[in-house]
């Protein structure tokens, strides 16, 4: 009896605390999300979206334990997903409800779109637009405006809305950001789209390492995320899915350009030139300089504040990194049996299709070099940067 009488106060008192923090833990989960979605984050000043993030790290260092001792229950068997229309999204940034707004949207001639599968350049992209219809003379890092501000995101809920986008450069032009696929991408004839791609292995490195900024300890394992990479349940459809159409748009249609990330970073001022000369607004040798200054990854580097890619969260508020090295070698980074896994997907998922693996990826091919008559390179390991789109 006095051991009952002696340990029932304890174990109130413990019930009490874990209650407590299961309370707190899920007021900051609402205060979170009310201060960081779209615009009431990406519509803030810099300073106050600094500040925000200091606030987020002093109020989230009381729920850390409890964070802590909910993680060791083990990271998700799955990646969060809805559908629509056979395209699957992430439901904290996206729903149904927005792609089917985005697929119904009627593009303007002022348009343009930067098209990716996720973590292939998009952002890179967004910015070398913005500088060449500013002439090299954009005014986001000096005004401390984020390019979500600017740039809306037609497939989710992180960004300005298409209607209160403001038009920049001249002539005015609307620079919106995609990763929707060719089957509910909306297409207009007099509006312009580029789209960008990257190796899949690099692709993938690099969304590993968004989720794990983002996600912390409750991200899913890296093989887990490589099963899920190479099925149909990969966000915006998987890589050779999303690739192989926008391949054939660029062939077809005079008004999308397609480009690869790899020849960014091997000659960022020829493919500067290139975008300009396709949206009719050719710069003149200073402007050019200045756009490749300011499209650099060391410059977004420095303020990359003006170009983080997601609203942050308790992890990523700690210190985590959106922009981690920019490197074509990302694959580099990958465990042997992920990479390998992701190349053999996507070479078999390619076979017979009419994309320029040729010229692009040639460790993809699953048929004979046309160039040369030899076999497809089966080794896994990642060609040098394509010689151009």
Known sequence: ????????????????????????????????????????????????????????????????????????????????????????????????????RAARYVPRPEDVFVVTQMRCGTTWMQQVVFEIVTRGRGDLVERGHHLYAVSPWIDANNSVDLDAAPLVGTP????????????????????????????????????????????????????????????????????????????????????????????????LPKVCAQVAAFLGKPLSDDELARVVDRSSFDYMKTHEAVFEMAPPTMFSAAGGEFMVSGKSSRHDDLPAAQRQHIVEYCRESLRGTPYGLHTAYPD?????????????DSSGSLPPAPPGP
């Open 1 to 100: 009896m006095a051991l009952l009488e002696l340990t029932w106060p304890v174990g109130i008192g413990t019930l009490v605390l874990v209650v407590l923090n299961f309370a707190y833990l899920a007021w900051y989960v609402r205060w979170e999300a009310r201060n960081t979605a779209g615009m009431a984050y990406y519509g803030r000043p810099l300073a106050e979206r600094r500040a925000l993030k200091t606030r987020m790290r002093r109020y989230a260092a009381p729920a850390m334990p409890l964070v802590k001792l909910l993680a060791r229950g083990g990271a998700p068997a799955a990646m969060p997903t809805f559908e629509y229309d056979g395209v699957c999204g992430p439901p904290k940034v996206s729903s149904p409800q927005v792609f089917e």
């Open 172 to 267: 005015p032009t609307r620079i919106i950001k995609s990763h929707l696929p060719t089957k509910l991408c909306p297409y207009g004839a007099e509006a312009k789209y580029i789209y960008v791609t990257r190796h899949p292995a690099s692709c993938f490195a690099s969304i590993v390492d968004f989720h794990r900024s983002l996600q912390g300890p409750f991200m899913p394992s890296v093989a887990t995320q490589a099963d899920w990479f190479c099925s149909d349940r990969m966000y915006w459809l998987p890589w050779p899915a999303h690739v192989g159409p926008w391949w054939e748009w660029a062939q077809e249609r005079p008004n999308v350009l397609f480009v690869h990330f790899e020849e960014m970073k091997s000659d």
């Open 364 to 376: 993809l091919r699953s048929t004979p070099d046309p160039q040369t008559g030899g076999p497809a």
